[in-house]
């Protein structure tokens, strides 16, 4: 669909893996290995000045690919949407950064 950024609440698992996620009102389960890569960010464009000892999150952003399904019980095993969602190290905030696919309709 596209790129854009949206906050989203994420559960993680203990290793730090999202687990479940809530985006729009409406909760996610993850129904496949979530894959994590990094990817640079230009900060020099972001940010005034690199603060002293700041490291991890200033150069680059954790990028999670992940596939979901809604939880309610209600919801087709085909309704899965796959997003890239990033977290920010400082703040450990969430956001929404693109869908994949959106989900199909339910058929009556």
């Known amino acids: 669909m596209g790129l854009f950024s949206e906050g989203v609440d994420v559960v ?3 290793a730090g893996q999202p687990s479940a996620l809530t985006w729009a009102g409406r909760q996610y389960t993850v129904c ?3 894959v994590r890569w ?3 960010r230009q900060w020099w464009a972001e940010e005034t000045r690199a603060p002293l000892g700041t490291g991890p999150g200033l150069v680059d ?3 999670w690919r992940v596939q ?3 939880a309610d019980e ?3 095993p085909d309704e899965a949407l796959t997003l890239d969602l990033t977290r920010n190290i400082g703040s450990g905030r969430w956001r929404l950064l693109k869908i994949h696919d959106a ?4 058929s009556a």
């Open 32 to 34: 496949a290995e979530p």
């Open 12 to 14: 993680c698992t203990p």
């Open 68 to 70: 979901v399904r809604p």
């Open 61 to 63: 952003h954790e990028i």
């Open 103 to 106: 989900l199909r309709p339910r």
């Open 38 to 40: 990094f990817e640079r």
């Open 74 to 76: 209600e919801a087709a």
